[in-house]
């Protein structure tokens, strides 16, 4: 994908596209500094949060207590003695989760970008290829630009189209059981979530599961937002095409934007695993489903 990336810069024609990606790619670079920030003050929060549980266990050393730890974890040997290597475990676990999740995140997030640009540069270009002040250039250099400035923007539409296929097809296995994953996990976040507000009202446990439920929702919002915004570049461009100047053209030249407009007739899409479109209608049908799900499961449970 990196090398089809670099590929995809090589036919870029003028400073107003190179702008175009360069926009895309620092919505990328400021996705991927956020996200690792955000990262940073998670594993600080966590280590802060376990530390005063380990705190307050040493303070409390003349009354019968337990090791706490926010993540159990069996380790087969004395958790007292231990607790600071345990706990220094727990922190290299973590940061390395979260170094994983922010290195992919961020890497699909740029591709996803990467085909924002190529779709909105496409648009850019078949907008600008028939121009009123082309129109009046003599007929055999008239239609030889009308030709090679269609022919760019059809060749990049394709470039698009078939990047935004290649991401979805090479990741549908890895995007199908993040999806599973994601809506169970979430499911049991919430019902837990719901359990200690009812039973326990721990207040580091609503912390952990107030912010394990944001993580997932966030999560979810940026995925599918990504997809809408892929979906709607792709619409944008059939639009331009369709209201353009291309009944002004020759016959032949017409006929290359046929591609585009048979193209543009179904809408781009960014698929997670063949079953699921990433798009904002799609995360509130998913949400809602899980909410609803989650309610219903902890209510029956309640009553049982």
Known sequence: MLEENRNNLK???????IDII???FHIAKLF???LMGICCCAIITYIILQSLLIFDIILSLNESYSYRFIFITEYFVN?????YAIFLHHILAISVAIVALCSTGSTLFASAMNACALLNIASYRVENAIKWNILVIPSPTREYLLYRRLVHAVTLHRKAIEFTKYFSSEFAVSFLILIIVGVISLSLSLFQFLQVITLTNNIIELILFSFLILVHLVYMFITNYTGQVITDIGIKLFKATYNGLWYVAPLHTQKILLFILQNGTVNIHLTCGRLFTASLEGF???KLKVFSKTKYIY???KLI
């Open 299 to 301: 209510t029956y449970n």
């Open 79 to 83: 958790q007292e003695k231990y607790t």
């Open 11 to 17: 036919l870029l024609k003028d400073k107003l596209e």
């Open 284 to 286: 509130a049908a998913v």
């Open 22 to 24: 360069e926009k895309y």
């Open 32 to 34: 991927t500094i956020t």
